[in-house]
């Protein structure tokens, strides 16, 4: 929106006085995030539904998105930035970092602010309170339990924890090391930072799932004052095609007629700084064609075909077979069978998609936020004709990804006007743009029999699975690959046969969101598992103990397993489950019905890395003559924390404190390939990069030192001291540069062993598996089917606890994703494109979480750590729908679990 | 005039309203949201800073509460029986950022079906006051609401406040809203009910109901049916069928249709059930 000629405008910002020439009509976030007065204010939706962009106007909580400048005249305000006192983080801001109530980070300024207020008011808050006054800002990562508790705990004065010893990092519930930007307000995400004078591109956007279009006089347009460029796919210099899986790669950046989903971006427009990015009467006019919205008509004969080589728009099928799964569920004692449907899932990440692009000599230089660096690099090169030396991807601070990030978004687009231009860009989504052009969690409909004999063991499953992959291919293959490995649970199934398809629609791109379709599949076969229990007479638990994974056993891919949790994960629940079963009991024959409580529980295993492919991440670590210890961290945090725990993995392999490390990147210029964070495979895959790394360079100080393996080394004025019994002092800058620039240093890469997978699906497609149960409790109201959460136990084997807190945090923020799940979200293109009709759970929806870490190393894994990001997830749904079941006997097959649909299930279960 | 106009007094902003016609902006809290702009379009009219439109007052017949006073202050206000069903409301508004800026007058000039507000204030026996540069006029509540996103505002008209009967700020209230999730949610369904208790009878009793239908209703019949009963048989009263029929919802996103009857005719008993004890506030 122009200033020209605007008023003056003036008020205190953070104590200070300021003034603006700023149009009062415009928005306050919008003034302090363009005038570089607040960037810690962020911006989530531009419609007070996320709370991210929340200040405080004259000790008020407000959002600034829905503030108009001239409002504040002559008022104080208070930003994030204003919350430490003389460069001292408050005690609020420690609070954060001391419970791990920051992940991503980009809520944290908006839920820093209004607690701020709260603490005016009421400086130590109950529980009760810290939601109340937190309920208007959403945060996607944590599940908000740390925040509850570091808001609760905020009038304490922080005290650091010792700094752990060498080597004793590894276990160590440290903060985050990338933590204190982030209570700042300093974090830097994708919309935080541009080159001066850079245009400002704003896509135009298919308005139909479905339809052919053609543009008019773009020329003319073009010519509109403020409007610098108009691009169309005919300025995409190389292959306009790209895709995260490269033989399936079929999106184009820019769509040629017809668009195939509703937000399929056409064009592009660069408007000049300060100008009104105006697209009204953007020269374009559609004609909609009938779209394909159900994956099952998708298929039929006489179906329109999406990409006209897949034919019948099944672009893939996964599939398992191992032993003769009709025969022996004929032959079961019992037998269960279930069809279950699941939406698509927005991954609904507070920060929409943004970042900047420049031109740095000869490269392009892509400043966004994303989980794959390498992979935008190299697709962006494609795209764009370049090679890929030519495009390095600079990652700007992640504001929460959960798989979306993986998949280009603005990148392509960027660079595109970049080279078009020549001057630097910047893009930002809008949250509908966000919603309808980010990929999403698939849809899935399944179908499954599962059976077993009389004493409970069971003996065989059927699984039939359509996942709607929407327009393109995204991660549609791996989804139909994942699933069939993990469709069992983990459980023995001796005879199992599973087949996964993608089939496209002209529903939005489904693609990677935590766990790759693993997580639809468990519901289908976790619910199953309630009722063959039932008709098998046994308790819940003790039916998924009886036939849960031992060393040793076979899965349905034929891998034979080692180092498994789930039964240890299974066994600590025995205790809260008694108790549970007992407690709801004893209400329910209380309560006189006014509430059903019930108990559910369900499990899950979760392949880490990709599925029997390739995924190697390298690490690089130094010495420079001066003594800095340097970690080249190529892997995205993206709030899950691989910054603080791959740093931690380093130093106990290298044997320094964590605190004498400064890490670089990622930067696909500095850090080598550390590969996409997804697949939980950071802290496996790059931790044993890590280790390796750390345990190379420590070889190669002990040699120069002539020392033992026990040796202690300790850095002190630029030269570095190795203690064993003897103490010897290697000076740093007298070692001659090695090749990478360093005194010493090492590189190490580290690739899991997979086996291919066979025809049948049968191979050793992951080298190292997760586990992990959870227990739900909850009541529901029989009158108005509205479930209310009790409590959850969550026990997770991770190997080995690398950083318990964040740990902790994984699994929280997990079921939080699960909750919402099971219970309110559900994407509706064009009907749920903002965050109040896209519902995701508030800080008042997730009850209280008691994590149980297993600790089962597994011998793969660096210091015996497994993955967890994603199996986190995985139980939570069906736990939930297993206590409404158990609850009430409402069984439901649809969801989420709305009020009116358990209340029909409750109706029909003749409750 | 200016493209952004702030007055101070209602003069002023009355004559800038005649002139001009500008978009008359109070808390803000709708109209951002329905742009995706930087900032707002067109004359823009801040009534923030006009003296009395902002605040609660007594008055000779009841309370006054100015159109721009924001939910914050109307949750804090420690009113009569009668208030305590709008004070509920008034904490149901988005998350606290909402309510330091949202104005009951712009919950009920916006007219959203699912307004959390209009259902306490059909229950008290609202009306709402709307002056121009020529006159000002009072209109029940009820008769200012014509239909979703529909009201009785004229041109050059500005709503100035609610005013609230005394009456019925001294019946015991309560209010219930139904989402799918605990914070910032929209409506599935909400109930206001008032009742006034004489000798241990119910002798007047209103019963509002919102987000089931095009606009949020008092429910006659239903209200009729509680009169003579004793305050613990006042929820067996509510039939269902009596309360479905006199609503219109929708199948959406949120809920059925079907649902929605239901779950107003539960959400009406359970209010009922859980009205305070007359005299607390």
């Keep these: 929106m122009k200033d020209a000629a605007a008023p003056s405008l003036a008020f205190t910002l953070n104590g200070q006085p300021v003034s603006f020439d700023a149009d009062p009509r415009r928005r306050l976030s919008d003034l302090l995030r363009e005038s570089g007065a607040s960037r810690g204010t962020k911006v989530g939706c531009d419609a007070g539904d996320c709370g991210a962009c929340t200040v405080l106007v004259d000790g008020a909580p407000v959002c600034a998105c829905l503030t108009a400048c001239g409002q504040v005249e002559g008022a104080e305000v208070l930003t994030v930035e204003g919350l430490a006192e003389a460069g001292r983080l408050s005690r609020l801001q420690s609070a954060f970092l001391r419970h791990g109530a920051a992940q991503c980070g980009i809520c944290t300024p908006g839920m820093l602010v209004a607690a701020s207020a709260l603490l005016a008011d009421v400086p130590r808050p109950s529980e009760a309170q810290a939601q109340a006054a937190l309920g208007g800002v959403l945060c996607r990562c944590t599940g908000y339990r740390k925040i509850i508790a570091a808001v609760c705990d905020a009038w304490r004065e922080d005290v650091a924890d010792p700094a752990p010893e060498p080597g004793a990092a590894v276990g160590a519930r440290l903060r985050r090391l990338d933590g204190p930007d982030k209570v700042t307000g300093a974090e830097r995400f994708g919309a935080d930072d541009w080159p001066e004078s850079a245009l400002l591109l704003k896509a135009v956007r298919s308005p139909h799932p479905h339809a052919r279009f053609r543009f008019g006089d773009l020329a003319e347009f073009a010519s509109r004052p403020g409007v610098a460029v108009v691009l169309t796919a005919a300025d995409v210099p190389g292959r306009n095609r790209f895709g995260v899986i490269p033989p399936f790669a079929d999106q184009p950046a820019l769509a040629e007629s017809p668009a195939r989903f509703r937000g399929e971006a056409v064009a592009l427009v660069g408007f000049e700084p300060g100008a009104d990015p105006d697209l009204t009467g953007f020269p374009i006019s559609w004609e909609a064609l009938p779209d394909l919205s159900d994956p099952v008509a998708a298929q039929a004969e006489d179906a329109p075909l999406l990409h006209h080589d897949r034919p019948g728009n099944r672009m893939i099928r996964g599939y398992t077979r191992r032993g003769d799964a009709r025969a022996a569920l004929a032959d079961s004692a019992f037998s269960v069978e279930g069809c279950f449907e699941t939406p698509f899932i927005e991954h609904a990440y507070i920060e929409p998609e943004a970042g900047s692009a420049w031109l740095d000599g000869d490269t392009l230089v892509i400043r966004a936020c994303t989980q794959a660096p390498v992979m935008d690099r190299d697709d962006c090169a494609l795209v764009l004709g370049l090679p890929p030396e030519r495009v390095r991807i600079l990652p700007t601070g992640v504001g929460g990804g959960f798989g979306s990030k993986l998949d280009l978004s603005v990148q392509p687009l960027l660079g595109l006007a970049v080279l078009k231009t020549g001057r630097p860009v910047r893009m930002v989504y809008s949250r509908r743009e966000s919603l309808q052009a980010s990929t999403k969690r698939h849809p899935s409909r399944i179908t499954a029999r599962i059976g077993c004999d009389a004493e409970g063991h069971v003996t065989a499953m059927q699984f039939h699975g359509i996942f709607d992959t929407g327009a393109y291919a995204s991660w549609g293959p791996t989804v139909a690959n994942r699933v069939p490995v993990h469709a069992s649970g983990p459980y023995r199934t001796p005879n199992i046969e599973v087949e996964a398809w993608a089939v496209h629609t002209n529903g939005p791109v489904a693609g990677a969101f935590r766990g790759f379709g693993v997580p639809q599949a468990a519901i289908a076969q976790e619910l199953l598992y309630d009722r063959l229990a039932d008709a098998a007479g046994l308790d819940r638990l003790e039916f998924r103990l009886r036939n849960a994974f031992r060393d040793g056993d076979t899965t349905g891919s034929g891998q034979v397993l080692a180092a498994t949790g789930i039964h240890d994960c299974l066994s600590a629940l025995r205790e809260p489950w008694t108790k549970a079963l007992a407690d709801a009991a004893r209400a329910n024959a209380a309560d006189g019905g006014a509430a059903l409580r019930g108990v559910g529980v369900a499990s899950c295993w979760y392949g880490c890395g990709n599925t029997a492919l390739p995924n190697p991440s390298t690490i690089r670590v130094g010495l420079t003559a001066a003594g800095e210890l340097v970690l080249h961290q190529g892997a995205t945090d993206i709030g899950q924390g691989a910054n603080t725990v791959i740093t931690q993995i380093c130093a106990d392999a290298l044997g320094l404190p964590v605190s004498d490390f400064r890490r670089i990147g990622p930067d696909t210029a500095r850090t080598p390939d550390a590969g996409k964070t997804s697949a939980s495979r950071q802290t496996y895959v790059t931790g044993r990069a890590a280790a390796a790394a750390g345990a190379a360079l420590r070889r190669e100080v002990l040699r120069l030192a002539n020392a033992g393996d026990g040796a202690r080394l300790r850095l002190e004025d630029g030269a570095l001291i190795v203690e064993d019994g003897a103490v010897r002092r290697i000076e740093l800058a007298a070692l001659p540069e090695d090749a990478r620039g360093y005194a010493l240093s090492a590189e190490e890469s580290y690739d899991p062993p997979t086996q291919p997978l066979d025809a049948d699906g049968q191979g050793v497609p992951y080298a190292v598996y997760g586990y992990g149960a959870q227990m739900v409790e909850l009541e529901v109201d029989p009158a108005l089917g509205k479930v209310r959460l009790l409590n959850i136990v969550a026990a997770h084997d991770l190997g080995r606890a690398i950083n318990p807190l964040l740990a902790e945090g994984q699994i929280e923020g997990g079921i939080a994703q699960g909750i919402g799940l099971a219970m309110m979200e559900e994407y509706r293109p064009g009907r749920t494109e903002n965050l109040h009709d896209y519902l995701i759970p508030t800080i008042g929806d997730v009850p209280p979480v008691r994590s149980i870490l297993i600790e089962k190393p597994d011998p793969e894994g660096p210091f015996g750590a497994r993955g967890l990001g994603e199996h986190v997830l995985i139980p939570t749904a069906p736990a939930i729908l297993n206590a409404i079941r158990h609850a009430s006997g409402a069984e439901l097959t649809r969801l989420p679990a709305l009020p009116h649909r358990v209340l029909a299930a409750l109706r029909r279960a003749g409750k | ?281």
């Design chain 2, 1 to 281: 005039m200016l493209d952004f106009s702030r007055p101070t007094a209602l003069p002023e902003a009355l004559a800038l309203l005649a002139e001009h016609r500008p978009l008359i902006l109070a808390g803000g809290t709708d109209l951002f949201p329905a742009t995706e702009r930087a900032g707002l379009s067109g004359r823009v009219l801040s009534i923030d800073r006009i003296a009395g439109l902002c605040g609660i007052t007594e008055t000779d017949a009841g309370l006054r509460i100015g159109a721009a006073t924001p939910w914050a202050e109307i949750a804090r206000h420690p009113g009569p029986p009668g208030w305590a069903a709008l004070a509920e409301a008034a904490v149901e508004v988005g998350g606290r950022q909402i309510q330091s800026r949202g104005t009951i007058g712009g919950n009920l000039c916006n007219a959203s079906p699912a307004a959390d507000g209009v259902p306490p204030l059909l229950a008290l026996e609202a009306e709402v006051e709307l002056a121009s540069a020529q006159a000002t006029r009072r209109l029940p509540l009820a008769e200012f609401l014509t239909g979703p996103r529909r009201t009785a505002l004229q041109p050059g008209e500005l709503m100035t406040a609610i005013h609230l009967p005394a009456d019925a700020l001294r019946d015991r209230s309560r209010f219930l809203k139904l989402g799918a999730r605990s914070h910032l949610v929209i409506s599935i369904a909400m109930v206001a009910v008032r009742v006034r208790v004489g000798a241990g009878r119910i002798a007047e009793a209103a019963l509002a109901v919102g987000a089931c239908g095009p606009v949020a209703a008092r429910l006659p019949e239903v209200e009729a049916a509680l009169i003579g009963a004793s305050p613990a048989e006042a929820p067996d009263r509510i039939d269902p069928a009596t309360v479905a029929a006199a609503l219109a919802p929708l199948d959406d996103i949120r809920a059925t249709a079907a649902y929605r009857g239901d779950a107003a005719a539960v959400l009406l008993r359970r209010a009922l059930a859980d009205l305070p004890d007359e005299g607390t506030t």
